[in-house]
Each structure stands twice: as C-alpha cells, then as structure tokens.
C-alpha cells in the first residue's frame, strides 16, 4: 500500500512564525503536491512538484513555499504564518494520475 | 473554465437508499475524473474513476456515470449503509496534470 506521512497530525503556531510542514511518500512518486482544504471550498491546489529540485505554483501559492530535496520528501513552508492560513493542509504522492493522500494536518494560526 | 461545479453540498439518505452526487465540468481538456472518499481526521482516498472514452464504470456499490455531451459526471452509491457516511469529492484532470477538485459533498446515511 502507498503510504504518505505527513509529520505532525496537529499543530499550533504563532502569528508570524515560520512553518515548516515536512510530507514524505515510501513510493518512489515522481509527483508531489500539497493542498490546503477548507469547508465549502473543497481541496485548493498550492504547489506541486514533478521532480526533484523542482516546483510549481498552483492555485494559491500566495504566503507559502516548498522544498524537494529529496524524491521522496516534499515540504510546505509559511514563511510568515498569519491566521487566514489556518486550515487542514494535505500532502499527495502521485505516479502520474491518481493521487494518494496523507492524514492531514490541522494547523491553526493564532 | 478551471472549476469542477459540485452538489448538492450535503445528503441525507436513509439506509438502503441511493446516493447521488454530481459535478460538472467545462474544460473539455480534462480527460480523467476520480472521485475521492473522506473519512473524519483522514485524508482523502480514490474510490473510484472513469475516463471520457466509457459512460458508466461499477465497483461494487459504487457508480461512476459519465455525460460527455454534457460535461456532466456523478457517483451513485447504491443501497447506501452508515458505513458510507463521509465527504465525497469529485475531481477532473488532463490525465498527466494536477487535479482539479470540487467543493464536496457531505454524505449522511442513517440506520
């Protein structure tokens, strides 16, 4: 079975802080992606990557970065969280079409 | 052009009973539709997809049917058990792109 971890279930930060939240796929997928869902909006693409060292913005990339060093690992970054970026942010592994998806983590900025 | 339209937001439905949910698309590029399960604090997880080329794809309970013409696709849950209770996302994609999800739908089947 795919697995994708994402590193934390649950996390609180500060208003301000830089946030790192670390996926890692055991698959050996090309493509990465992270989504931000929020109710009544459904799952909103932020960025993706279809290699290493690559990435591409997506829908909402505004207020957000990632790193691919490594194939198997794809980090979303909040270099300064704010509150409007509370939320559930999903991490998916991907061999081409169908996406397989982490558990989830629920931040809330405060 | 980029949207995937999803309804109703949320179903109730009795147990036995069938589900129905339905999106529609406009970009006549995207040429592959899953539809995606979510469980409380779970991610989401591919239940089921069809491509353009088949009106009608089955795995078990669970349909796919699909209206080219009128770029229209739904899930039908037949005999619907509380078991099935969650949110129900549909998606559309270029095949080899990102997908584009719809805004969900929240399914509750009671006993």
């Known amino acids: 079975d795919v697995k994708v971890t994402q590193s934390s279930r649950y996390l609180v930060k500060r208003t301000g802080e830089k946030v790192f939240l670390e996926c890692v796929q055991d698959?050996?997928?090309?493509?990465m992606f992270w989504y931000r869902q929020d109710p009544g909006l459904g799952l909103r693409l932020i960025y993706f990557s279809y290699d290493v060292k690559m990435k591409e913005k997506g829908d909402i990339p505004e207020g957000y970065s990632v790193s691919r060093e490594k194939k198997e690992r794809f980090s979303l970054i909040l270099e300064s969280a704010s509150t409007n970026q509370t939320s559930m942010y999903l991490c998916?592994?991907?061999?081409?079409?169908?996406?397989?998806f982490g558990q989830g983590t629920r931040l809330t900025v405060v | 052009q980029q949207q995937v339209k999803q309804s109703p937001q949320s179903l109730i439905v009795q147990k036995g009973g069938i589900s129905i949910i339905n999106c529609a698309y406009e970009n006549t590029a995207f040429d592959y539709f899953p539809w995606y399960q979510q469980f409380p604090g779970k991610g989401p997880a591919l239940l089921i997809a069809?491509?353009?080329?088949?009106s009608e794809k089955k795995e078990g309970r669970f349909t796919i049917s699909f209206n080219k013409s009128a770029k229209q696709f739904s899930l039908h849950i037949m005999d619907s058990q509380p078991g099935d209770s969650a949110t129900y996302f549909c998606?559309?994609?270029?095949?080899?792109?990102?997908?584009?999800f719809g805004t969900g739908t929240r399914l509750q089947v009671f006993p």
């Open positions: 698959m050996d997928h090309e493509n």
């Open positions: 998916a592994s991907s061999p081409g079409v169908a996406a397989f």
């Open positions: 998606a559309a994609s270029p095949y080899t792109d990102k997908l584009i």
């Open positions: 069809i491509r353009p080329d088949v």
